[in-house]
């Protein structure tokens, strides 16, 4: 997770979000790779993206495993611009094949990341 969010380390990212609850059986580093969460979230804004959906109940009743599977991630975040995606798509496009607001209805974002300033976590945004 170091090398994910780089100088932010998860608990304090997450503040009391136990990481394992969180994300359940999956572990961090085989979900996200290579992929480097800074460069992909660096330009678009964290709040705005997230904050009417709720982090705890996408990973609670669906298996991210599961979700990322099919898929491989790399190719994921290294064939499109991630920018591009955020920016002329709308989460609930992006996320088609589930509805986003069920996945992530039990609390919101704003809850989760509220002991930090996510301008300070995430740098430019």
Known sequence: MY????????YRVFGIVDMYRVFGIVDMYRVFGIVDMYRVFDIIDMYRVF????????F?????????????MYRVFDIIDMYGVFDIIDMYRVFDIIDMYRVFDIIDMYRVFDIIDM???????
């Open 3 to 10: 090398r994910v969010f780089g100088i932010v380390d998860m």
């Open 51 to 58: 904050d009417i959906i709720d982090m705890y109940r996408v």
């Open 119 to 125: 301008y300070r976590v995430f740098g430019r945004i």
């Open 60 to 72: 609670d009743i669906i298996d991210m495993y599961r979700v990322f599977d099919i898929i491989d």
